[in-house]
């Protein structure tokens, strides 16, 4: 997975940014003013940098003035147009208005991670082994063949790995926004992903809420 940089001066937001990349694989380094991305980037090479606007020292128009050759989410709450538009004009990868959904800046970070070509292209749990870019999963180095909904389903978990999700938010975001199904779906689907990778002890069920593929870090 992606090395991150968070600039985000509101601690409370940081630790929460973190502790969420860093459950499903992402190394995370913090840093809570503008002038500290430049002495973390003397430290070490990132994949991206989510970046608030307004920061003590260095806001962040001025700070991603100074960056090359590195992909910039911004993350902040001034979402005028005139802002969103400036941050564009910088050279942001993406612009992200708070308050925003945990699971969207996951999907925002993945999407800007993979034209990059800084994704993760195999995911590897004991004997199943899945082609994110292939989209393809062997059990025993051989090939399982799943149906498309259940291969957006593993790919979801994977990409959330070791957090809950409910079964309205696995319907939203495997399925789509307008998929009118009935939420019993899902567990039909996760029965079956169960079954032909023998995940019953990796797909645990979170009681009154969905599902959560376990991994360990």
């Known amino acids: 997975m992606a090395k991150i940089l968070i600039v985000e001066d509101e601690k409370p937001i940081n630790i929460l940014l973190k502790k969420n990349l860093e459950l499903v694989g992402h190394r995370c380094i913090s840093v809570f003013d503008g002038e500290s991305v430049f002495d973390e980037m003397e430290k070490q090479a990132f994949d991206l940098i989510l970046l608030d606007i307004m920061l ?45 959904d945990m699971m969207e800046l ?14 993760e292209k195999l ?23 799943f149906a498309p909904q259940e291969y957006a389903l593993i790919e979801v978990l994977i990409q959330n790995r070791n957090i809950a999700l409910s079964r309205d938010k696995l319907l939203d975001i495997a399925w789509g926004y307008d998929y ?11 029965h079956n ?25």
């Open 56 to 100: 003590p020292k260095l806001d962040g128009f001025q700070v991603i003035k100074e960056l090359k050759d590195i992909p910039v989410i911004f993350l902040t709450a001034r979402g005028a147009v005139k802002d969103r538009i400036k941050g564009l004009k910088l050279g942001a990868d993406d612009y992200i208005v708070k308050p925003f």
């Open 106 to 119: 996951q999907a925002r970070v993945d999407s800007v991670l993979r034209r990059t070509q800084k994704a």
């Open 123 to 145: 995911f590897c749990l004991g004997d199943v082994r899945v082609d994110l870019i292939g989209r393809k999963v062997y059990f025993h180095d051989r090939l399982v063949d």
């Open 180 to 190: 009118g199904g009935d939420t019993r779906t899902v567990d039909v689907h996760i």
């Open 193 to 217: 992903i169960r079954k032909k990778l023998t995940w019953e002890n990796v797909i645990k069920t979170v009681y009154k809420l969905g599902y959560r593929l376990e991994v360990e870090k």
